[in-house]
Structure formats: C-alpha cells, structure tokens
Nanobody, 123 residues
Framework: QVQLIESGGGLVQPGGSLRLSCAAS????????MAWFRHAPGKEREFVAA????????NYADSVKGRFTISRDNAKTTGTLQMNSLKPEDTAVYYC????????????????WGQGSQVTVSS
C-alpha cells in the first residue's frame, strides 16, 4: 500500500523560506504526477504545483510562480516543494498527492495523499 509521508513546514516570517518533503513508501513512480495542494481556512483546496515523475515537467499556480519550486529525486520516491519569499497569504495546510495518467488541477483525481503540513507565515 502506498503511503505519502510529509515533513517540513512550520512558522516563518514574511519573506522567509520553508521546504516541504513528501516521501513515498511502498513503491516508486515511473509515470504519473506528484502535486502539492494547499487548504486555507474558509477556502477550497487549491492547486499549488505539479511535476511529472518521469518527465520532470513542472506546472505552477500563478500565485506561487517564481517563488516556489517543485522537484523530485531521481529514485522517484521523494518530492519536495521549496517555498521562498513567503507571504501571509501562503498560510495554509499543504498536502502532497500523486496520480497516474496526465496532470490535473482537480484534487479529486489524485489517488494518494500525504497527511498535511501546516505552513504559517506571520510576523
């Protein structure tokens, strides 16, 4: 059974950086996509970024483009989200997720999910 274990997150001041990691146990991914979503209070779950496990192709939400970087390791078992120049509006619980097939912005299409990591940006 696939499990996604997240680490990282925490409290940071505006303009600071944080790094989230997502380690998959139970299998490696030769195809499909890994994505990061976030869920802020009072808002719907929002797509943040995605990367193809095999292709390495990336895609970002406009709100994080140029500030966040998604990557995955060559073993295709761990993904990361490097977050720089953080803003208070980035405050949310961040989730990693994986799916087979093509990349999607719809969280309902992702089969496996991490447990969530709180990211708080505040002075």
């Amino acid at each position: 059974q696939v499990q996604l274990i997240e680490s990282g997150g925490g409290l940071v001041q505006p303009g600071g950086s944080l790094r989230l990691s997502c380690a998959a146990s139970g299998r490696t991914f030769s195809r499909g996509y890994m994505a990061w979503f976030r869920h802020a209070p009072g808002k719907e779950r929002e797509f943040v970024a995605a990367i193809g496990w095999s292709s390495g192709t990336t895609n970002y939400a406009d709100s994080v483009k140029g500030r966040f970087t998604i990557s995955r390791d060559n073993a295709k078992t761990t993904g990361t989200l490097q977050m720089n120049s953080l803003k208070p509006e980035d405050t949310a619980v961040y989730y990693c997720a994986t799916k087979s097939g093509v990349q999607s912005y719809d969280p309902a299409e992702y089969q496996y999910w991490g447990q969530g990591s709180q990211v708080t940006v505040s002075s």
